[in-house]
């Protein structure tokens, strides 16, 4: 099994008892909005994730497509 990330594995760590009692409801209230901003910020640093690997990416395809233009000018000079 692969480890998890950093900021999955703190949510992984925290344990979720079912609540009793008369401030069960306030309780469930309180763990439901930490679990959304949780999400929230989950959802942010996939965002951000994602930019950073089409940024990547778009380096990449420039490098390479240089890297293929100067083959081919390599190709018609040694073939002169």
Known sequence: MTPLP?????????PRAAPRGPGAIEQMRA???E???????LKTQHKNEIKLLLNE???EKKMRLSLQIEVER???HMSK
Do not use: I, M, N
Request: glycine share 0%; hydrophobic share 45%; charged share 45%.
């Open 31 to 33: 763990e439901l909005r």
């Open 57 to 59: 990416l778009d380096e």
């Open 6 to 14: 950093a900021y999955l594995s703190a949510l992984a760590a925290k």
């Open 74 to 76: 390599l190709k018609k």
């Open 35 to 41: 679990l959304r901003d949780d999400l929230d910020t």
